[in-house]
């Protein structure tokens, strides 16, 4: 067993982890990173790589709940639920149902206004720190809707953004075909984000950030984190043939935080969504910026030498393989806007850690600020990266541990 001492120790090398560290780092923190797999290899690559402000609706809304028997239990849907794991889901989906309700979707939205603000800024800020910009791409974001009742039906949420001061612009169909000419035509008309970016490579610009976080000092540890407790003077993390004593544990394991905040005595309703994408290679892909069209839940996303088809929501648990069906699904209605694509290069599948109210969960554990927890993104975990640094720094900076650390 080897002996680790350190200020801070961040559990989890996705995107929001390295963000943390990086950021504690270059406060003058002593960081340790406990990661088992390569950084950024899970969601925080697998994504659509958009940074979302836009993104202000939950997932959970009165429209949602009004169809949510239908959307979970159709295997084609965009939300969908893997049979098995019902019984496992069954607490977090009550809560969803709660979430989705009017009053809870108003507040859920509220807090998801004010996390996203800035978040465009914030990545520019940190591509910059970490010499990424050259993988931004600022051409913005456009959704679809197919007919004009889906064009009609998202006045409501046209209506959130606009109280939000969320930039977008309505789009007739031969709008969008002067911005998206190799677009088919549609009978409805489109939503564009002007300020939204995407990166081009998202597992390139995680290597950028996990080679700026070790060239600033944080120290990375290849190791599972499988038991942490509190300790007179600091906190306990055992992983693998590491025991390492930190005055603070920041929880930033995606979708694995909630057996870790369950040890330290509070529970937390997290779930997982498995995210899945398929990638053509291609010189030239036939969209400009990230594409959605909404009725079918995925983007479709330009990027260097390839396109990726990332998106749609399964929800299933963590041990279950991936499902043929849901990758079957994606292709098939991403042949419905390009007839043309052949068969996948690649395909995908990773985990989101879910909350039943979207909103995720950045503070300190119930027992002490010597725990933060970082965790729960959902779908905008590269959107706010940035963001729950700055949020866990402050937390930190309001806590004094007593003692020191032995």
């Known amino acids: 067993m080897t002996m680790l001492t350190t200020d801070i120790a961040v559990i989890g090398g996705g995107v929001i982890g390295l963000a943390i560290a990086l950021h504690l780092r270059t406060e003058g923190r002593d960081v340790v990173l406990i990661e088992p797999n390569a950084p950024g290899s899970g969601a925080s690559y697998g994504n659509a790589g958009t940074i979302a402000d836009y993104a202000i609706i939950p997932v959970g809304t009165p429209a949602v709940l009004k169809n949510l028997a239908s959307l979970l239990f159709d295997a084609d849907s965009p939300l969908a639920i893997r049979k098995a794991a019902l019984p496992t889901l069954f607490p977090w989906l009550a809560r969803f149902a709660y979430e989705s309700l009017p009053h809870r979707y108003r507040e859920n939205t509220r807090q998801l206004v004010d996390l996203l603000s800035d978040a465009s800024q914030e990545w520019l800020d ?214 043309d694509l052949g068969e996948p290069t690649r395909t995908w599948m990773g985990f989101r850690p879910s909350m039943p109210d979207s909103v995720p969960v950045i503070r300190p554990s119930r027992g002490g600020k010597d725990i933060i927890f970082a965790f729960g993104h959902g779908h905008i975990g590269l959107t706010l990266a940035p963001r729950t640094a700055r949020m866990v720094s402050a937390i930190l900076a309001a806590y004094q541990p007593k003692g020191a650390q032995s």
């Open 126 to 339: 940190l591509a910059a720190q970490i010499g990424a910009c050259d993988l931004l791409s600022a051409k913005g974001c456009l959704y679809l809707y197919q007919t004009e009742k889906a064009f009609k039906a998202a006045a409501s949420d046209v209506g959130v953004r606009r109280q939000a001061a969320i930039a977008q612009q309505l789009m007739t169909p031969d709008e969008i075909r002067s911005l998206e000419p190799n677009l088919p035509p549609l009978e409805g008309g489109g939503l564009f984000f002007p300020n939204a970016i995407n990166f081009t490579d998202p597992g390139t610009v995680m290597d950028r950030l996990a080679n700026a976080a070790e060239e600033a000092g944080v120290s990375f540890l290849r190791a599972f984190a499988s038991d942490i407790e509190r300790q007179p003077g600091g906190v306990r993390v055992a992983a693998g043939r590491f025991d390492i004593r930190a005055r603070t544990v920041v929880i930033a394991a995606g979708a694995h935080s909630g057996r870790l905040a369950a040890q330290v005595g509070d529970p937390v309703r997290l779930d997982t969504e498995r995210g899945y994408h398929l990638e053509f290679d291609m010189e030239t892909p036939p969209v400009e910026r990230p594409v959605c069209p909404t009725k079918y839940g995925f983007y479709f996303c330009p990027m260097m030498g390839r396109l990726r088809i990332a998106g749609t929501v399964e929800l299933g648990g963590l041990s279950a393989p991936a499902n043929p069906r849901r990758l079957d699904v994606l292709l098939a209605n991403a042949r419905r806007i390009f007839p």
